[in-house]
C-alpha cells in the first residue's frame, strides 16, 4: 500500500500550495501522519507531522509558513504552504511517523522560482 500525494506545481517565490495526501482508514485511524520531502542531492527529511488528535511538530525551516492537518473522515492529511521559498523546492511525500518504507509512493514537486 502506497500513500500518494498530489498538489505540488510550480509557483513564484512567495507563492502557496496545498498537497494533499489520503490513505486507507486502516493506516490513517491510527497513526501519527507526517510529511517529508527530499530536494535534490539532499537526503530526505521530515517537514511536519500529526498526531491523531491534532497535535502537530514542524522542522524549524517552515515553522510559521506550513501548516498540517488531518481530516479524520476523509483519511486524508494536508500540507499548507505559505511564503513558500526556492529553498522549499522537493518532493514531498507522506506516510507515518516513523515512516514506513512500505508506504512511500511517488510524492508530487514542488518547484518554487526565485
Known amino acids: 500500500v502506497q500513500l500518494q500525494a498530489s498538489g505540488g506545481d510550480l509557483v513564484q517565490a512567495g507563492g502557496s500550495l496545498r498537497l494533499s495526501c489520503a490513505a486507507s482508514?486502516?493506516?490513517?485511524?491510527?497513526?501519527?501522519m507526517g510529511w517529508y520531502r527530499q530536494a535534490p542531492g539532499k537526503q530526505r527529511e521530515q517537514v511536519a507531522r500529526i498526531d491523531i488528535g491534532g497535535s502537530t511538530n514542524y522542522a524549524d525551516s517552515v515553522k510559521g509558513r506550513f501548516t498540517i492537518s488531518r481530516d479524520n473522515a476523509r483519511n486524508t492529511v494536508y500540507l499548507q504552504m505559505n511564503s513558500l521559498k526556492p529553498e522549499d523546492t522537493a518532493v514531498y511525500s507522506c506516510?507515518?511517523?516513523?515512516?514506513?518504507?512500505?508506504?512511500w509512493g511517488q510524492g508530487t514537486l514542488v518547484t518554487v522560482s526565485s
Open positions: 506516510n507515518t511517523y516513523p515512516a514506513k518504507r512500505r508506504y
Open positions: 482508514r486502516s493506516i490513517f485511524s491510527f497513526s501519527v
